[in-house]
Antibody, heavy 121, light 109 residues
Framework: EVQLVQSGAEVKKPGESLKISCKGSGYSFTSYWIGWVRQMPGKGLEWMGIIYPGDSDTRYSPSFQGQVTISADKSISTAYLQWSSLKASDTAMYYC??????????????WGQGTLVTVSS | QSVLTQPPSASGTPGQRVTISCSGSSSNIGSNTVNWYQQLPGTAPKLLIYSNNQRPSGVPDRFSGSKSGTSASLAISGLQSEDEADYYCAAWDDSLNGMFGGGTKLTVL
């Protein structure tokens, strides 16, 4: 079974750093892009960026470029989303998802269970 | 403000057919395919339709997708109470940036 398991909920203060993880299993981790998606409280989905664990090629949404860092460690089939200095506005649920590309299209399937990040003083 | 425009809400009674629209532009929907995701309350999104009209294994054939020009639609026939969820369209633009619609909250009356 293809599965993405994310790290647990985090509560942090503004200015702190954070790295959350997404571990893939049941498939060749290095052969598929992994994406990160933000969902702020009561709001919709926002595409943040994607990484190809095979060679760490990374693409960011213009809205998130410079705000977060996406990385991966293929030796342990894990992708990461990292902040160097959190803001209250980073409070959100963050999902990772495997990107399947075929016939000129790409879609996310499956999704991780989500990691809730709360930033509050 | 999402680049892909969806109605914020939709509703129907059990057994009815409802449609949810997704409007884009020539640089996204007009030149790329559309995917749809279902997010049940309190859960992670799930792939519902890919490549405009393809259903993944396990998705009931009550769900169907279509695309015409710069717009796409998701149709749900034989509406059931368990279909109450948020629905998101998604596409890519010509610069390979991914994007989601703002989401449509479906209420089963």
């Amino acid at each position: 079974e293809v599965q993405l398991v994310q790290s647990g909920a985090e509560v942090k203060k503004p200015g702190e750093s954070l790295k959350i993880s997404c571990k893939g299993s049941g498939y060749s981790f290095t052969s598929y892009w992994i994406g990160w998606v933000r969902q702020m409280p009561g709001k919709g989905l926002e595409w943040m960026g994607i990484i190809y664990p095979g060679d760490s090629d990374t693409r960011y949404s213009p809205s998130f470029q410079g705000q977060v860092t996406i990385s991966a460690d293929k030796s342990i089939s894990t992708a990461y989303l990292q902040w160097s200095s959190l803001k209250a506005s980073d409070t959100a649920m963050y999902y990772c998802a495997r990107l399947i590309a075929a016939a000129g299209n790409a879609w996310f399937d499956p999704w991780g269970q989500g990691t809730l990040v709360t930033v509050s003083s | 403000q999402s680049v892909l425009t969806q109605p914020p809400s939709a509703s129907g009674t059990p057994g009815q057919r409802v449609t949810i629209s997704c409007s884009g532009s020539s640089s996204n929907i007009g030149s790329n395919t559309v995917n749809w995701y279902q997010q049940l309350p309190g859960t992670a999104p799930k792939l519902l339709i890919y490549s405009n009209n393809q259903r993944p294994s396990g998705v009931p054939d009550r769900f169907s997708g279509s695309k015409s020009g710069t717009s796409a639609s998701l149709a749900i026939s034989g509406l059931q109470s368990e279909d109450e969820a948020d629905y998101y369209c998604a596409a890519w633009d010509d610069s390979l940036n991914g994007m989601f619609g703002g989401g449509t909250k479906l209420t089963v009356l």
